[in-house]
C-alpha cells in the first residue's frame, strides 16, 4: 500500500488540530509531531502498538538478539574504561519493548560485579510502552527504574544508550524560497492537513547553515529537542564519568532534504493524514550532534555505521557460536537476523552509531578499524 493510493481516513486529533489550526493558524512540525506521536490519549506511543511484526515497525534489537548482546558487551567493556564503579546508572532513552535491555543484560551476566553495580533506568513517556518493558524486563528478572526525562535520573556515573530514540523527537523544517528561509508549517486546505509556509523569516536564533547555495525548494530540518537532549547528556557525562551510545539512521554530515516521514503497518504513509495512526520520525544528522557535544566539552566518536560496528564488535563470531548445535532452519533465521541489521544493502549502512564520553576516556571500541 502506498500513500497515494490510501484512502484519506482520519482521526479525532486530526479532527481537533484542524479545529484548532483554522482558528489559531498554522502550527510547527514539531508541533505537528509532538501531538500526533505523544498526545497523551491519542498519540501514537501513547495509544497504538508501535513495535515488532504485528504493530508498524521493527527495530535493531527486535530483529536479532546479537544486537543487544555485543552492545552488552561493549557497555561492559566502558564501565571497565570508567573504573568499574560498584554504583553506576545503566540507562537506556525510549526502550520501546525491552528487548535491547533485556539481551544487554544477558550478555552482562559474563561479568556479574557489572551487573551488581548497574542501578537501570528507561527513560520512557509511554505507559503502555512501560507496561511492556516491566513485564518483560520482570521475566527475566529485572526491576529497572523510569523516568519522564534524562534530567529526572540522579547523578551517578552513567553507561546510556538509544536506539532508535533521536529520530522520534520533535523536528522543524525550513525551506528556501526566493527572499531567505521560511519555516515549514502545518495548515489546512479545502481536503484537510497540508503543509504551507511561514510569511515571516524564522528568528535569528534559528542556525540554518549556508553549506552551498540553497536552491529555492530545499529544506533544512533541525532536532531542537535532540540537540537540547545532547548538550544534557554531554554535561552528565563531563562532570561524572560515562559514555553515551546512540544508534539511529541518518546521515554523517548536514545536508539539505526532506527526510520526514511516516510509516504504517510496514509501508509509508501519507505524514499529515489520520495523525495518531503512525508512526513519524525523520533522519537524524549526526554531525549536528557530533558538533554539538564537542562544543559542549565532551568527546565525541563516530559516527560508524552500524554494520561496521557491529562487525568490529564480533558479530561473526557471535552469530558462529549461536548457530553451532542449532538445526538448519534455527541458524538461517539466526544468519538472516543478523544479515539484516549489518548489511549495507538493509540496516548496515543507513543506521549509523555515535558515542560521546567524558573528555579523559581512551577510544571506544567499534570506532576504529
Ligand atoms: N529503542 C526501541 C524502541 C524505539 S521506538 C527499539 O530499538 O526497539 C522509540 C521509543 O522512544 C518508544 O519507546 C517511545 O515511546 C520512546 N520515546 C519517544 N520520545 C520520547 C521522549 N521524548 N521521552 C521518552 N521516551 C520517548
Partial sequence: MTGSASPRETTPLEERLIALIKSRGPISIADYMADALFHPHDGYY??????????????????????????????????????????FNLVELGPGRG?????????????????DAARIWLVETSGRLRHEQQRRLRDAGIAPEWADRFADVPAAPTLLVANEFFDCLPIRQFMRVETGWRERLVGVDEKGLAFTLAETPPLPTIDIPEMHAAAIGDIFEVNEPGEALIDEIARALIERSGRALIIDYGHMQSGYGDTLQSIRRHAHWPVLNAPGSADITAHVNFERLFTRAFAAGAAAFGPVSQGEFLERLGLVIRLERLSAGKSAAEAADLFAGAHRISSSSQMGELFKALCISSPSLPEPAGFRP
Avoid: C, H, N, Y
Fill in 46 to 87: 501513547t495509544s497504538q502498538t508501535p513495535i515488532g511484526a504485528k504493530g508498524d515497525f521493527t527495530t535493531s534489537p527486535e530483529i536479532s538478539q546479537i544486537f543487544g548482546e555485543l552492545i552488552g558487551l561493549w557497555l561492559v567493556q566502558s564501565w571497565e574504561d570508567i573504573g568499574a564503579p560498584k554504583a
Fill in 99 to 115: 528487548a535491547l535491555m533485556q539481551d544487554i543484560l544477558r550478555a552482562a551476566r559474563l561479568r556479574p560485579a557489572f551487573l
